[in-house]
T-cell receptor, first 114, second 112 residues
Framework: GEDVEQSLFLSVREGDSSVINCTYT??????LYWYKQEPGAGLQLLTY???NMDMKQDQRLTVLLNKKDKHLSLRIADTQTGDSAIYFC??????????????WGLGTSLAVNP | DGGITQSPKYLFRKEGQNVTLSCEQN?????MYWYRQDPGQGLRLIYY???????QKGDIAEGYSVSREKKESFPLTVTSAQKNPTAFYLC???????????FGQGTRLTVV
């Protein structure tokens, strides 16, 4: 079945780069997403990438997609304490028509140390 | 401002009581979703609806019920049949057949 895997924890120093990794199984997914969740809050869409792209950059965020290895990464440059949160990877899934829905990873908890 | 609103933010209920969580959106989205979040378990889909007056069970629908009488509203009822209802509940919406989801701020339900 469809599955998305992420490492559960990452700790970095303020100012360093963070790289959060994700692997997925469904090669027919059209979109792959990164969401951010701060404590006690809902999820916020950070960025997404089409499956026919290799890279997408948006200010401090860089998304890399390796379709051959079904590997997605999110790099946060110059990580700040405000980046401390849980980051979720999600894929759009391959179900057709009305049944298409997101497949979620368990989330990576990023801790930024001063 | 367009958005998706969940209420209340915190909810306490006694065991054995049904409770309804509210979710309203003014984004004109066709699809709406309810997720449950427990520590270390990510997001699990309870129910989703792609159109008014229609909804489908997700992965953990037992002990929950929903309705979709209006496009803007997708309330979730946690019934007494749900064995472990204490959790953080998230509502989301998306444009029809587009999986990019927008989330509410969540409702933390505690059953005592």
């Amino acid at each position: 079945g469809e599955d998305v895997e992420q490492s559960l924890f990452l700790s970095v120093r303020e100012g360093d780069s963070s790289v959060i990794n994700c692997t997925y199984t469904d090669s027919s997914s059209t979109y792959l997403y990164w969401y951010k969740q701060e404590p006690g809050a809902g999820l916020q869409l950070l960025t997404y990438i089409f499956s026919n792209m290799d890279m997408k950059q948006d200010q401090r965020l860089t998304v890399l997609l390796n379709k051959k290895d079904k590997h997605l990464s999110l790099r946060i440059a110059d990580t700040q304490t405000g980046d401390s949160a849980i980051y979720f990877c999600a894929e759009s899934g391959s179900a057709a028509g009305n049944n298409r829905k997101l497949i979620w990873g368990l989330g990576t908890s990023l801790a930024v140390n001063p | 401002d367009g958005g998706i609103t969940q209420s209340p933010k915190y909810l306490f209920r006694k065991e054995g009581q049904n409770v309804t969580l509210s979710c309203e959106q003014n984004l004109n989205h066709d699809a709406m979703y309810w997720y449950r979040q427990d520590p270390g378990q990510g997001l699990r889909l309870i129910y989703y609806s792609q159109i008014v007056n229609d909804f489908q069970k997700g992965d953990i629908a037992e002990g929950y019920s929903v309705s979709r009488e209006k496009k803007e509203s997708f309330p979730l009822t946690v019934t007494s049949a749900q064995k472990n209802p204490t959790a953080f509940y998230l509502c989301a919406s998306s444009i029809y057949k587009n999986t990019e989801a927008f989330f509410g701020q969540g409702t933390r339900l505690t059953v005592v």
